[in-house]
């Protein structure tokens, strides 16, 4: 068990590196396809060595810290963040058995870790001893929470309708139908909060260039940059494949038929976590930046009465017709 543990951790953080990696260049392909352009397509073959490139460029370059910045926290918040996107994939099953940490309390561990992601932000923003990151990180701070509270809902929407806080038993629970199918304006205020709650497009307001110079990492460089970067990317990938496991059926097939049943379930993961991906990228390019008073009005007006609404409506209708599982 000693030997198998850090094994399976480790077959966890490199898959999701190289995820990362790719999921950047991935981006700007499909970026550069919808704006018509060629993107990067100069480093190796079709530009598949690009993401290495960038990568040893960030190793390479010098680290340099504000000199007012308070020094310890301002090195360590990137750490923290990125730490806490591979810690919370701990509970995050790929296939059946496939999974790091299979408890009873998975989701709300997930939930938990997730809603700690906004201390890494505070911490950049204050120790940088700028006001521009920290005008970022508060922005980020104000912009988390209503949106938290309106996820902690959607997600006792969904336990009502699975019983079960494990990851594993909500996934087995849709063998006979997704909750996507007759929760779907759930799941598409939960993708929707997910956008902001990982500051991407159109809620990438902690990181306007044109208002907060780059947001909260401004003062950052080298692999400190770097570390925020991947973090949000991570995160990306994180929640993909939590809405994988709470709304398409997690890694069984998407069709039961005998065929389907010989690719192994965590393709079947991987496929689905990958179309999550691609509405992420697609939104970014569709979609123009709300400004930030939009952006509090939908968290606070529209999808916090909404999903509090969804609750009472579920539960009594499973407790009338006696569906509780």
């Known amino acids: 068990m000693y030997i198998a543990v850090p094994a399976e951790i480790l077959g966890i953080i490199l898959p999701l590196l190289l995820g990362v990696a790719f999921l950047v260049l991935a981006e700007r392909k499909v970026m550069a396809f919808v704006q018509r352009r060629k993107g990067p397509d100069v480093v190796g073959s079709f530009g598949l060595l690009q993401p290495l490139a960038d990568g040893l460029k960030l190793i390479l370059k010098e680290p340099i810290s504000p000199s007012s910045a308070n020094f310890s926290l301002f090195r360590m918040a990137p750490v923290a963040t990125f730490m806490l996107s591979l810690v919370a994939r701990a509970v995050v099953p790929f296939d059946y058995g496939m999974v790091l940490s299979d408890p009873n309390i998975g989701l709300l561990y997930l939930f938990a870790i997730s809603s700690l992601g906004v201390y890494g932000i505070i911490i950049a923003g204050w120790s940088s001893n700028s006001k521009y990151a920290f005008l970022g990180a508060l922005r980020s701070a104000a912009q988390m929470v209503p ?179």
Request: charged share 15%; proline share 7%; with cysteine.
């Open 147 to 325: 949106y938290e509270v309106s996820i902690g809902l959607i997600l006792i929407t969904v336990l009502i309708c699975v019983g079960s806080r494990n990851s594993s038993e909500i996934v087995m629970a849709q063998k006979q139908i997704w909750s996507g199918i007759p929760l779907f304006p759930v799941l598409v205020m939960f993708f929707i909060s997910r956008l902001a709650e990982t500051n991407r497009a159109p809620f990438d307001l902690p990181e306007a260039e044109a208002e907060s110079v780059a947001g909260y990492n401004v003062e950052y460089s080298s692999m400190g940059s770097a570390l925020s970067f991947l973090g949000e990317y991570a995160n990306m990938i994180l929640m993909s494949g939590l809405c994988t496991s709470l709304s398409p059926g997690g890694w069984p097939p998407i069709l039961d038929l005998p065929i389907s049943k010989k690719i192994p379930g965590s393709i079947w993961f991987s496929i689905k976590v990958i179309l999550f991906l691609f509405l992420y990228i697609w939104v970014r390019a569709a979609f123009p930046r709300y400004r930030y008073d939009q952006l509090m009005g939908l968290g606070r007006k529209v999808f916090l009465p909404l999903s509090l609404a969804r609750v009472v409506p579920v539960s009594g209708v499973l407790v009338t017709f006696q569906w509780l599982p």
